[in-house]
């Protein structure tokens, strides 16, 4: 059984359509990047994974079961924007996770969070912009999930904290577990990529192997990207 299977998946707003005919399997232990220009649907597909939004047509299949209580178990999401509450300090959304999420390692987190020479006892409010992001990805990486599906996690960030986000998503998902990329900054990621989807105007226009892409285009996936969307 796949890890995640979409089947003849689309979405529609306002009788507009958002998504096409989206087919799609994501295998386990892999990283997967979910690459297209902002507006292509990345975002949109992975609400609907984490069934944040209802399809209009197809079907979504998370382990052989539809996207719901039990999906929301072994997902680990880190949406596109920031959600944590400014007046918490660190300690306290630790806290939270904690006891909202029975596959979190407090112990995993706080060790990160000592690499990051963070006191715990800072509220949010204090943070820069790239501290909360590496916050937020600590929050989503310190569970044991199955899947990890990262929304835009290196936009407005520096290069350096780049950098550490990636380095952080390579050391700290589980075994067998696969992990989900948006983005559209390709050159910052492909080289963690095991598998390359390639999203435009809401629809699938190209599934590879990461290696077997570049090999058969003899380009980066950032060369391809941009061919691509002549970017």
Same mark, same amino acid.
């Given at each position: 059984?796949?890890?995640?299977?979409?089947?003849?998946?689309?979405?529609?707003?306002?009788? $507009?359509?958002?998504? $096409?005919?989206?087919?799609?399997?994501?295998?386990?232990?892999?990283?997967?990047?979910?690459?297209?220009?902002?507006?292509?649907? $990345?975002? &949109?597909?992975?609400?609907?994974?984490?069934?944040?939004? &209802?399809?209009?047509?197809?079907?979504? #299949?998370?382990?052989?079961?539809?996207?719901?209580?039990?999906?929301?178990?072994?997902?680990?999401?880190?949406?596109?924007?920031?959600?944590?509450?400014?007046?918490?300090?660190?300690?306290?959304?630790?806290?939270?996770?904690?006891?909202?999420?029975?596959?979190?390692? &407090?112990?995993?987190?706080?060790?990160?969070?000592?690499?990051?020479?963070?006191?715990?006892?800072?509220?949010?409010?204090?943070?820069?912009?790239?501290?909360?992001?590496?916050?937020?990805?600590?929050?989503?990486?310190?569970?044991?999930?199955?899947?990890?599906?990262?929304?835009?996690?290196?936009?407005?960030?520096?290069?350096? &904290?780049?950098?550490?986000?990636?380095?952080?998503?390579?050391?700290?998902?589980?075994?067998?577990?696969?992990?989900?990329?948006?983005?559209?900054?390709?050159?910052?990621?492909?080289?963690?990529?095991?598998?390359?989807?390639?999203?435009?105007?809401?629809?699938?226009?190209?599934?590879?192997?990461?290696?077997?892409? #570049?090999?058969?285009?003899?380009?980066?996936?950032?060369?391809?990207? #941009?061919?691509?969307?002549?970017?």
């Amino acid at each position: 059984m796949e890890l995640l299977e979409c089947k003849h998946l689309g979405k529609e707003f306002d009788h $507009k359509p958002i998504l $096409k005919d989206i087919n799609l399997t994501i295998p386990r232990g892999k990283i997967v990047g979910l690459l297209g220009k902002n507006g292509a649907g $990345k975002t &949109t597909l992975i609400k609907l994974i984490n069934d944040l939004l &209802t399809p209009t047509s197809g079907e979504i #299949r998370i382990e052989g079961e539809k996207p719901g209580v039990s999906s929301k178990k072994i997902i680990s999401y880190l949406p596109e924007r920031t959600y944590l509450e400014k007046n918490m300090t660190i300690k306290e959304v630790i806290h939270y996770f904690e006891e909202f999420y029975e596959n979190f390692h &407090t112990e995993k987190a706080l060790q990160l969070l000592q690499d990051l020479d963070l006191d715990c006892n800072k509220k949010i409010s204090q943070m820069s912009k790239g501290m909360q992001e590496k916050l937020q990805l600590i929050l989503v990486m310190s569970r044991e999930a199955k899947l990890y599906i990262l929304d835009e996690p290196l936009g407005g960030v520096d290069p350096a &904290t780049r950098d550490y986000i990636l380095d952080t998503i390579l050391s700290n998902f589980s075994e067998g577990a696969s992990v989900i990329i948006s983005t559209h900054l390709i050159s910052d990621i492909e080289r963690i990529l095991d598998e390359v989807i390639l999203m435009k105007e809401g629809e699938i226009v190209l599934t590879s192997s990461a290696d077997e892409l #570049r090999n058969k285009e003899k380009q980066s996936i950032d060369e391809i990207f #941009r061919r691509y969307f002549k970017c």
